[in-house]
């Protein structure tokens, strides 16, 4: 399983340090299809996580929480960013 880091002041920190609370239900990856276009691509459970996280901040108007998801997939995985978010 890819394990996603970003390194910030010299100190790597996982999605778990990114976005406390946050919970990887799945163990294999997951196709995941934009509903507006139709377009789908797979991502790794943890990506998967933080779409379902960015996906709650949208849906509760939590617009810090739902900035800090897209910018993550732009750094991590701007495919899918681009398939599922643009």
């Given at each position: 399983?890819?394990?996603?880091?970003?390194?910030?002041?010299?100190?790597?920190?996982?999605?778990?340090?990114?976005?406390?609370?946050?919970?990887?239900?799945?163990?294999?990856?997951?196709?995941?299809?934009?509903?507006?276009?139709?377009?789908?691509?797979?991502?790794?459970?943890?990506?998967?996580?933080v779409?379902?996280?960015?996906?709650?901040c949208?849906?509760?108007?939590?617009?810090?929480?739902?900035r800090?998801?897209?910018?993550?997939?732009?750094?991590?995985?701007?495919?899918?960013?681009?398939?599922?978010?643009?």
């Amino acid at each position: 399983m890819r394990r996603f880091t970003v390194a910030m002041k010299n100190k790597t920190m996982s999605i778990f340090d990114i976005f406390p609370g946050i919970a990887i239900y799945d163990t294999e990856p997951v196709s995941v299809q934009n509903p507006y276009s139709g377009d789908s691509i797979e991502l790794t459970p943890e990506e998967v996580a933080v779409y379902d996280y960015l996906k709650g901040c949208e849906m509760m108007g939590d617009y810090k929480g739902l900035r800090k998801g897209l910018d993550w997939f732009i750094d991590n995985n701007a495919e899918a960013y681009m398939v599922l978010l643009d």
